[in-house]
């Protein structure tokens, strides 16, 4: 499995910011595609998760404010995120994981700053 993020940079607080993360190569289901961070100095949290079945879940630091999105004929997960903070600033990684496997995909992770 292979994971392609995309979509980080600066924006300043209040403002918005889509992710792409683009999957190739998963050969099983069901699975999670999932939008974790790492801020500075932090552990890597979960932000928001999707299945392949279309269930959805969020932490609820973003719940209300970022949206996660999935193309199922390209495989594409998006994380739409409105009402930034600049505590939302942080590498932002996306992942796969088969149901009940406790092996992890990771994409290289894309980096985007709140300017206050």
């Known amino acids: 499995v292979q994971l392609q993020a995309s979509g980080g940079g600066l924006v300043q607080a209040g403002g918005s910011l889509r992710l792409s993360c683009a999957a190739s190569?998963?050969?099983?289901?069901?699975?999670?595609m999932r939008w974790y961070r790492q801020a500075p100095g932090e552990q890597r949290e979960r932000v928001a998760s999707?299945?392949?079945?279309?269930?959805?879940n969020y932490a609820d630091s973003v719940r209300g404010r970022f949206t996660i999105s999935r193309d199922g004929t390209e495989n594409t997960v998006y994380l739409q995120m409105n009402s930034l903070k600049s505590e939302d600033t942080a590498v932002y990684y996306c992942n796969v994981r088969r149901f009940f496997s406790t092996t992890y995909y990771w994409g290289q992770g894309t980096k985007f700053t709140v300017s206050s």
């Open positions: 999707i299945t392949s079945g279309g269930a959805i």
């Open positions: 190569g998963i050969t099983f289901s069901p699975y999670y």
